[in-house]
C-alpha cells in the first residue's frame, strides 16, 4: 500500500480492502536519502497500526540497491541507505526489510555473490542487536540480477557470518519467470524440494502473491492479477494449503486503480478487493482440482 501523503495512508487504505497484513516503503523507492522521521510522523503510524490491527507489517527496500555492484562507491551507498532504513523499520515497529540481491552487472554471478554476502556482513555489523529481519526477495533474473536461482539465495546466506540473521520472501511470479513451472502438483513438489536443499523451507518468512503476464521461463518481471495470467489460478490454492507457510505473510503487488494521497479521498479499489477475494475463495475451496491440498 502506497504511503504517500502519511505513512498513516497505507493503513487506512488497507482497511478499507480488507487486507490482514501490509508492506509498505518506509521512504521514497526511487531516492537514496530523505528526510529523517518525525515524532509526529511515528506516532500517527502506530496510532493507525493499532486503531486498524493489521498486522504484520514488512517494508520493501529502495529499489536503486545494489549491494552486489561492482562499484565501490555504488556498493557504499547502497549499505548506507539500507542500514537508514532498517533503522526507519525499527523506529515504526516493522518487522522485516525485503530486498533484491541485487545485480552483478559487467562481472561474474559468482563475484556478485560474494560481493552481496559481504555488504550484507556489513549491513548487519551495523544493525548488530536489532529486530528487523533482513529478507533476500527471489528475483526473475532480468538482465545480470542475482537470485533468481535458489542455489544463489542460499550461496549468498552461506557465506554471510551471521546466516540465521537472514531469511527469503518468495515472489510466484518471479519462481515463474525464473523457470520454476509449479503450475502442476509435480511441478510444485520438485520446486519446493529444491527451496528446501538449498535455502530451507523454514527460512521463507513472506511471500509475495503475483500472476506472471509472461510465459514461464521469461526471465521477465511483469505482475499480474491473481488467476488471470499465465499461473492460473490452482498454484495459489495449492500453496495457500501447504501448512510449511501457514501463517507468513501473503502480500500482492498487482496493479491498482486508486491513486488517491489524502485520507479523506482513498478510494477502496477493487482491484484490490478482487484479489484479495480471489485469494480467499481459494483458501476456502479446499482440495485443488487435481485433489492435492
Not at 8 to 20: L, S
Not at 132 to 139: A, D
Not at 247 to 258: F, Q
Request: contains cysteine; hydrophobic residues 35%; glycine residues 8%.
Amino acid at each position: 500500500m502506497s504511503v504517500a501523503g502519511g505513512l498513516e495512508n497505507a493503513f487506512v487504505a488497507g482497511a478499507r480492502v480488507g487486507c490482514d497484513c501490509l508492506q509498505i516503503f518506509v521512504k521514497n523507492q526511487r531516492q537514496w536519502t530523505a528526510p529523517p522521521l518525525t515524532e509526529d510522523q511515528v506516532e500517527r503510524y502506530r496510532q493507525a497500526a493499532t486503531e486498524t490491527g493489521l498486522a504484520p507489517v514488512v517494508a520493501h527496500a529502495s529499489y536503486l540497491l545494489n549491494l552486489a555492484s561492482p562499484n565501490a562507491v555504488v556498493r557504499k551507498r547502497s549499505i548506507r541507505a539500507m542500514v537508514d532504513e532498517l533503522d526507519r523499520c525499527d523506529l515504526l515497529g516493522v518487522s522485516a526489510l525485503i530486498f533484491h540481491p541485487g545485480a552483478h552487472m559487467d562481472d561474474s554471478m559468482h563475484e556478485g555473490i560474494k560481493r552481496a554476502a559481504r555488504s550484507l556482513d556489513e549491513v548487519q555489523r551495523r544493525r548488530r542487536g536489532r529486530a528487523v529481519t533482513i529478507l533476500l526477495e527471489c528475483t526473475a533474473g532480468q538482465g545480470s540480477a542475482i537470485g533468481w536461482q535458489f542455489e544463489q539465495l542460499g550461496d549468498i546466506i552461506a557465506r554471510t557470518k551471521e546466516p540465521d540473521r537472514l531469511g527469503v520472501c518468495l515472489d510466484t511470479c518471479h519462481l515463474f519467470a525464473a523457470g520454476y513451472d509449479f503450475r502442476k502438483v509435480d511441478g510444485y513438489a520438485a520446486m519446493i524440494d529444491q527451496l528446501d536443499r538449498a535455502v530451507g523451507v523454514s527460512r521463507v518468512r513472506c511471500i509475495h502473491a503475483n500472476d506472471s503476464k509472461r510465459e514461464c521461463g521469461s526471465r521477465v518481471d511483469r505482475h499480474e492479477h491473481i488467476g488471470e495470467g499465465c499461473l492460473g489460478e490452482e498454484p495459489f490454492r495449492r500453496l495457500l494449503h501447504d501448512a510449511r507457510f501457514a501463517g507468513r505473510p501473503l502480500l500482492i503487488e498487482t496493479e491498482k486503480t486508486s491513486r488517491s494521497t489524502k485520507p479523506s479521498s482513498i478510494e477502496r479499489d477493487p482491484l484490490d478487493v478482487k484479489n484479495l477475494e480471489t485469494l480467499r475463495r481459494l483458501r476456502a475451496s479446499g482440495r485443488d482440482s487435481h485433489g492435492s491440498r
